[in-house]
């Protein structure tokens, strides 16, 4: 391995708006843009399509549940045709081509789909044909149900997803499983971790800066943290899980004047376990959203294995939203391409897949 230091909706349209970027719209810099160059950045900046992945201009399903078809069709497969077709059409025109395709030949796509490919392939192609909501609430469930928790799952989920995006989960998980995702989340966790979740499960995070508690929540996570003998871990869940991404990133500079460390920092040396890796997605996404997601793809292929799981979630769930920016935040922070480590770590149907949701080399 090559290491190196629509039918989505309002669903998709605001995926990533916790880091301040949201698609197509005007948008404050802030903090850590991963746009622009070091500098003085403009106060705004007219956002264009962020992802990589988008509908196809001339689209029509029935042909496209043909092409698919005659891929399947007979002895062998052309896995080839598959991949192109399905990386060239936005997950909103798949569902169509699903629905296509069962009226055309009496057969579920997804079904024949898993019949034909295997391996990481097939997950992946069986990734890109759900729907994202559905695919949030799924990779959910398989994270709690069973004898052990994903809890990393859990993190990167809960940590990134929009108040909003947090209801719609809650909503569709009790419709698909007749479950209360809470119950069913504090039924495999506990401590301070447990409360965490549970906080972010609101979906109530404030709006807006409050200027004049900045300085107070800076200096209440400097009590509870550095200044103490111990942690009082609730304060650093109370103002992380309810505070807006805008807010904290004012109170993290704050923090900094006042402590001497980056927010990150305090977190590593006061917490451990699980309470850290959330109370660092917390804090990383309030920062940047593609930073956070150029991390976890970078660290789950650095090293000897490859954590396909997490590949395949973070490609799948962020090609049409914020993967150029995840790309450039990744070049930025590491030294080589996404696109060179994906092609490093994976091969076959499954890397020429994943480097078309990538979309280009940033080399």
């Known amino acids: 391995m090559r290491d190196c230091s629509s039918a989505w909706g309002s669903y998709l349209t605001t995926v990533g708006c916790s880091s301040g970027i949201a698609p197509c719209s005007v948008v404050k810099i802030l903090h850590n843009s991963d746009l622009l160059p070091v500098g003085n950045p403009p106060k705004t900046l007219k956002m264009a399509f ?13 042909a496209d549940a043909e092409v698919l078809h005659k891929a ?7 896995e080839a045709a598959i991949l192109q077709l399905l990386t060239a059409r936005s997950n909103a025109q798949r569902q169509e081509i699903k629905a296509s395709y069962k009226t055309l030949f009496g057969k579920d796509l997804v079904h024949d789909l898993k019949g034909e490919l295997g391996g990481k392939f097939e997950t992946l192609v069986v990734a890109l044909m759900t729907p994202p909501l559905t695919y949030d609430v799924t990779s959910l469930h398989h994270a709690i149900k069973g004898a052990g928790t994903d809890e990393k799952v859990l993190v990167e989920i809960l940590a990134s997803r929009t108040p909003q995006q947090v209801k719609d989960i809650i909503a569709a998980y009790k419709t698909e499983y007749d479950h209360d995702l809470e119950k069913d989340i504090c039924g495999d966790t506990s401590g301070h971790f447990q409360r965490l979740l549970v906080i972010l499960l609101q979906a109530s995070r404030q709006t807006g800066i409050q200027e004049a508690n900045i300085e107070s929540d800076a200096q209440a996570l400097f009590k509870a943290g550095e200044q103490k003998y111990g942690t009082d871990e609730q304060s650093f869940i109370t103002i992380l899980g309810n505070r807006s991404a805008e807010h904290l990133r004012k109170v993290f500079d704050a923090y900094t004047k006042l402590s001497g ?18 109370l660092l997605a917390v804090v990383k996404c309030a920062r940047s959203v593609p930073s956070y997601f150029a991390e976890t793809l970078y660290y789950a292929m650095k090293g000897a294995g490859t954590d396909d799981d997490t590949l395949i979630r973070v490609m799948v769930t962020r090609c049409e939203v914020d993967m150029l920016d ?21 091969n076959g149907d499954y890397r020429k897949t994943l480097l078309l949701l990538c979309g280009g080399d940033d080399a």
């Open 261 to 278: 460390y980056e927010m990150e920092e305090s977190i590593k040396r006061e917490t451990s376990g699980s309470l850290r890796a959330l």
């Open 72 to 78: 399947m069709k007979g002895l062998g497969t052309d």
């Open 50 to 62: 962020r992802g990589t992945v988008k509908a196809s201009a001339n689209f029509k399903a029935s």
């Open 326 to 346: 995840i790309r450039a935040a990744f070049r930025r922070m590491f030294a080589c391409s996404l696109h060179s480590m994906i092609k490093g770590d994976t």
